[in-house]
C-alpha cells in the first residue's frame, strides 16, 4: 500500500529515478509511481494543512504513537523516543518528521508537477515547520 511507512523511501527513489529518466505518461510502471506519490502526499497532507488544522493532526499523530509506546511498555518492549509519552519532545519529533519525511516527500511532488498551488504547500510546511520549533508543549 502506498501508504505503508516502511516502503516510503521506496517509493521516493523510484520517484527520483522517473524523474532523472523522464516520466512517459503512457508507461504503466511510471504512472504507478505518481499515483503512489500522490497517495503518499494526500496520506501526510496534515503538514502541509494551516497551522491551527496541522497542530491538531500532530496531536492526535503524537498521542496514537503514545498509546503504542504505552502498549509496548506493558509487554516489556524497548520504545522508541517518539513513542514514549515521558521521552518525546513534541516539537522535536515533530520538526523532525517535516525535515526527513514530509518536506523532501512535497519538494520532490513539486519538482514534478510545478505549479503555484504545489509552491504553496511547500510555503506552509514550512510555516508549520516554524511553528513547531516554537512549541514547547501541546496545545489544549
Known amino acids: 500500500m502506498a ?5 516510503h523511501q521506496v517509493y521516493v527513489n523510484h520517484m527520483k529515478s522517473l524523474m532523472v ?6 508507461n504503466y510502471e511510471h504512472r ?3 499515483l503512489r506519490l500522490a497517495m503518499k502526499c494526500s496520506d501526510l497532507c496534515n503538514t502541509a494543512r494551516p497551522w491551527s488544522t496541522c497542530v491538531q493532526w ?9 498509546r503504542q509506546g504505552d502498549e509496548e511498555k506493558k509487554m516489556m518492549f524497548d520504545v522508541t523516543n517518539m513513542f514514549d509519552r515521558d521521552q518525546c519532545i513534541p516539537s522535536k519529533a515533530l520538526t ?5 519525511i ?3 516527500l512535497f519538494t ?8 503555484s498551488f504545489t509552491r504553496d504547500i511547500c510555503r506552509q510546511i514550512d510555516n508549520n515547520r ?9 496545545p489544549g
Not at 58 to 66: A, I, P, Q, R, T
Not at 108 to 115: E, I, N, S, V
Open 102 to 104: 514530509a518536506e523532501p
Open 3 to 7: 501508504t505503508d511507512m516502511a516502503q
Open 108 to 115: 520532490l511532488w513539486a519538482d514534478f508537477c510545478d505549479t
Open 32 to 34: 504507478k509511481t505518481v
Open 96 to 100: 523532525g518528521f517535516i525535515d526527513y
Open 58 to 66: 500532530g496531536k492526535l499523530v503524537l498521542e496514537e504513537f503514545w
Open 130 to 138: 516554524s511553528h513547531w520549533e516554537e512549541v514547547i508543549t501541546l
Open 21 to 26: 529518466t523522464g516520466y512517459d505518461p503512457e
